[in-house]
């Protein structure tokens, strides 16, 4: 299936402003990001409090501990993996 060529420009043209504006934003520098997982919990997700486990997992993985994580679908294995690599500065 051919992409129209209007739609290609549209979706998957990049330039040099939009590159340098994320680059500028925040969340993206790694220098610039909190290291603490409830502050990146807040900031970045939107979320006050963690679930059950979640925060416990997230400042293991964090410390660079190993873990095995076992949860049920729904119950926010996502972010336990997320968190921690934005805490590390990944």
């Known amino acids: 299936m051919e ?6 420009a549209e ?3 990049v330039t ?5 504006t994320w680059d500028a ?3 993206l520098l790694a220098s610039k990001r909190p290291r603490d ?12 409090e963690f679930r059950p486990h ?9 410390q660079g501990q190993d873990l ?4 049920p679908t729904g119950a926010g294995k996502s972010l336990c993996f997320q968190i921690p690599v934005l805490a ?3």
């Open 37 to 48: 997982v409830r502050e990146l919990l807040r900031l970045i997700f939107g979320h006050t």
């Open 25 to 27: 934003h925040p969340f």
């Open 68 to 71: 095995l994580l076992v949860m």
């Open 3 to 8: 992409i129209p060529k209007s739609l290609d």
């Open 88 to 90: 590390r500065g990944g």
């Open 16 to 20: 040099l402003d939009s590159v340098s």
């Open 11 to 13: 979706l998957f043209s």
């Open 54 to 62: 979640q925060e416990a997992v997230c400042r293991a993985a964090a």
